[in-house]
């Protein structure tokens, strides 16, 4: 019988092959070398430890993908399992196709039943959570199956790799409640200084600098030839003496991308400080001094980026834009826009397709110039050029230095 009440247990959890991840073959330290981060691993692994012993509220693991945190949450509810207690396990994602598919008349199960199994889950181990490229149905489930939860107060084990501060303010104040949840925030590596960040970034680049530019090319037209001609002529004016604001507009792989790198590498190069990072790990940098075992303030992070003296944001726009992304650059934008900072901006966008608030502060004639670089992916990898060089004319032309 008890054998028997085991198998029933390990079929309802929803484990499978995670069967195998329990505390026993979880390394106490972690998977890294450095102290910092196994010091961190290891209050997290006692949380877990003690969550299982006694499940109450919420655990919140957060941590970048390959931390560490599935295997915690599995490591869980086996525990549970181990003591005849029943859990549930089930990714995010697995669960909305589960719910999707039970509308299906050939389903095995009817979507309210699956959706009032899980809901109700003594235990409930939710793997994977994340709000971004979800359609309003799937965000609605979701919200609904945490709002329950969270009101009934059922024991929930959570991992995600978005940070708390992200999630829409109604579900991060369910996440972020000091009676429910305990968040355990997983590091995944060591926080790099700014300088760091941009050194590495720099070093991919290196090799790109005004000689080995080519807009000569045989196969340009004499219009493209001239463009690149252009775009180059003003990198290296700008290199010489960086000041106001120099925006590179063109198709992926059209030399933007190396005309802001050789401009950095020769301010480099003359002892002047520079700071050169693409825009998603700029994001990324940012969103990871919320972390409470960060080395980096944010606070300080953010003004020395603000202030640098010379700034280079490489492919804007690109970024999966969240209201605190877009927020967090325009404040950036703003202030170097009012302080008159010298700085260089990538983007495969045209102006129409980026926020109103900061294109009217790029194409501002008394500060910036906006080159439109029109010229071909010297890759052939785009099909479609994203930007029209007629719709960026025809809007602005009147209103800033576009050339």
């Not at 484990?15 to 330290?29: E, K, P, Y």
Request: charged letters at 25%; glycine letters at 4%.
């Amino acid at each position: 019988m008890k054998r028997e009440k085991l198998a029933q247990l390990q079929r309802y959890s929803n484990l499978g092959v995670l069967s195998r991840l329990t505390f026993d073959n979880l390394l106490l330290a972690g998977r890294y070398d450095e102290t910092a981060l196994q010091q961190n691993f290891t209050r997290a692994y006692e949380a877990a430890k003690s969550f299982a012993s006694e499940p109450e509220g919420w655990l919140i693991l957060v941590g970048p993908s390959g931390c560490g945190k599935t295997h915690l949450a599995c490591a869980i509810a086996n525990y549970r399992l181990s003591l005849e207690q029943p859990a549930f396990y089930i990714g995010a994602a697995d669960l909305l196709d589960h719910l999707r598919n039970a509308f299906s008349p050939s389903s095995d199960i009817a979507h309210d039943e699956l959706f009032e199994r899980v809901k109700n889950a003594p235990l409930l181990i939710l793997d994977d959570l994340t709000m971004t490229a979800t359609t309003p149905w799937a965000k609605g489930k979701l919200e609904q199956l945490l709002n329950y939860r969270f009101n009934s107060c059922l024991p929930t084990v959570i991992t995600t790799d978005v940070p708390i501060e992200e999630f829409d303010e109604r579900l991060r104040g369910h996440l972020a409640d000091p009676e429910l949840c305990n968040i355990c925030v997983i590091q995944g590596k060591s926080a790099l200084t700014l300088e760091q960040l941009s050194s590495i970034e720099l070093e991919a680049l290196r090799k790109k600098n005004f000689n080995n530019f080519d807009y000569k090319s045989l196969n340009l037209s004499p219009e493209e030839r001239q463009s690149l001609e252009q775009a180059h002529r003003n990198a290296v004016n700008f290199a010489k003496s960086p000041e106001g604001w120099l925006i590179f507009m063109g198709v992926n792989g059209c030399g933007k991308t190396h005309l802001a790198a050789a401009i950095a590498n020769h301010l480099r190069r003359e002892g002047k400080s520079v700071l050169f990072i693409v825009v998603t790990d700029l994001l990324d940098y940012l969103r990871s001094t919320f972390n409470p075992e960060s080395r980096a303030s944010y606070d300080k992070s953010f003004e020395e980026i603000k202030k640098a003296p010379v700034l280079i944001l490489d492919d804007f726009g690109e970024q999966a834009a969240t209201p605190w992304a877009q927020e967090k650059l325009y404040q950036l934008i703003n202030y170097r826009y009012n302080a008159r900072l010298a700085t260089v901006i990538t983007t495969c966008f045209s102006l129409d397709e980026i926020e109103r608030r900061i294109s009217s502060r790029m194409v501002d004639p008394s500060l910036s110039l906006v080159l439109n670089i029109n010229a071909p992916d010297y890759r052939g990898d785009i099909k479609a050029p994203r930007v029209s060089e007629s719709k960026p004319q025809q809007r602005y032309q009147r209103r800033g230095r576009l050339s």
